[in-house]
C-alpha cells in the first residue's frame, strides 16, 4: 500500500512548548491515517514559509502545529506556489483565533484526529500587498499589543495579557487620518483602529466581527473606529467593544473583498498577530476559497 506523504511542521516554542508532550501521539494518529510522514521542527521566525515553499511540492499533505503566527507563516508559504496541497492545523498558541472559527478541537490529539479523518474547507485567504493573512490584518489602538506582549506573560494571561497591554496605552491614543476605498465607497477620517477580518473571533473573543460570519464567501469583515472627541465617546467604543455591539456612531462596519488604505503617515500593521510593516498605502484583497483546510467531519 501506497502512503500519502506528510510534511509535518511544528513550532516546539509555541504556548508553553506544549506540543512536546504530544508529538508522539500526533504522529502515530497521522500514521495510522495512512501518512508516512516528515516531521520538521521550525528554527527561527519566517522558517515556517520556506519550508512550506520549497519543500510542500513533495508531500500530499502539509500540516501545522503551533499558533496563529505558524499557521500564516505555512500559508503564506503555500500561497506562493501555484499547486498547493491540502493544509492541516493543530492549534498549540496562547489564542487561535482561526481554529475556534473552524471548529478545529483545542486538544491536540483530537486536532490531529481531524486533520486525517476530518472534511476538506475551502477557506478565504487575504492577500496584503505583498504579504498573506489568513484571518486578520488590523492597525492602531491594540495591534501592538500582541507582538510587544512577552510570550511568557501571553501564555499566563492569553487574551487579558492583550487587553491589559492596550488599556495602559489609552494614555496615549494615536490616530490615523486615513483615504479608504472600496468597490462602491471613498471613507476619510480620523481611525484610532481598523481590522479587517475573516473570523469569528478575535483576540479570543467570538461575534466581535459579526453575526453571520462565513470564512469562504469572498469578503472581509471590517471594524473601524474613529478617533474619539472626548472621554465619553472613548467609553462608548470600549463598552461597544465589551459588549460585542460594533454598530455605533463611533464605527464604520462592512463587508467587502478588495480594499485600499492611505494614510499620509507610515501605520503599523499587525497580520494575523505577527508584525507586519509600516505602511502608508496598503491594497488588500480578498482571494476567495484559495486554500483548503482540513476541519472535523460534520456528520
Known amino acids: 500500500m501506497a502512503h500519502k506523504k506528510m510534511l509535518f511542521i511544528y513550532n516546539p516554542k509555541a504556548g508553553k512548548g506544549q506540543i512536546r508532550n504530544n508529538l508522539l501521539d500526533i504522529i502515530d494518529i497521522f ?42 507563516e505555512v500559508v503564506t508559504g503555500l500561497m506562493r506556489k501555484e499547486k498547493r496541497v491540502p493544509i492541516g492545523y493543530i492549534p498549540a498558541g496562547s489564542t487561535n483565533d482561526f481554529a475556534n472559527s473552524l471548529y478545529i478541537p483545542k486538544n491536540m490529539k483530537e486536532a490531529a484526529n481531524a486533520v486525517v479523518n476530518g472534511d476538506r474547507f475551502l477557506c478565504d485567504v487575504g492577500s496584503f500587498n505583498e504579504n498573506t493573512f489568513v484571518y486578520i490584518a488590523a492597525f492602531g489602538l491594540f495591534t501592538d499589543v500582541s507582538y510587544e506582549t512577552e510570550q511568557e506573560m501571553k501564555n499566563l494571561l492569553g487574551h487579558m495579557a492583550y487587553l ?58 471590517v471594524t473601524l473606529i ?25 464605527m464604520y462596519c462592512f463587508k467587502t473583498s478588495y480594499m485600499r488604505i ?13 508584525f507586519g510593516g509600516r505602511h502608508t498605502d496598503v491594497v488588500v484583497r480578498n482571494q476567495k476559497q484559495a486554500l483548503s483546510i482540513m476541519v472535523p467531519s460534520a456528520n
Open 262 to 274: 492611505e494614510s499620509e503617515e507610515e501605520v503599523a500593521w499587525t497580520l494575523d498577530g505577527e
Open 31 to 72: 500514521v495510522k491515517g495512512g501518512y508516512e510522514v516528515t516531521a520538521y521542527p521550525t528554527q527561527y521566525a519566517g522558517d515556517a514559509i520556506r519550508a512550506a515553499e520549497e519543500d510542500s511540492a513533495r508531500f500530499d499533505m502539509v500540516v501545522c502545529s503551533g499558533g496563529d503566527g505558524t499557521l500564516d
Open 226 to 250: 474613529k478617533r474619539p472627541s472626548n472621554p465619553m465617546e472613548l467609553n462608548q467604543i470600549l463598552t461597544a467593544l465589551v459588549m460585542k455591539d460594533i454598530d455605533t456612531d463611533q
Open 164 to 221: 491589559l497591554e492596550g488599556m495602559k496605552k489609552l494614555t496615549n491614543i494615536k490616530s490615523y487620518h486615513m483615504k479608504i476605498t472600496t468597490e462602491d465607497t471613498v471613507i476619510e477620517d480620523d481611525f484610532l483602529y481598523g481590522m479587517i477580518t475573516n473570523s469569528i473571533s478575535v483576540g479570543g473573543f467570538k461575534r466581535i466581527t459579526g453575526k453571520y460570519v462565513d470564512l469562504s464567501d469572498g469578503v472581509f469583515e
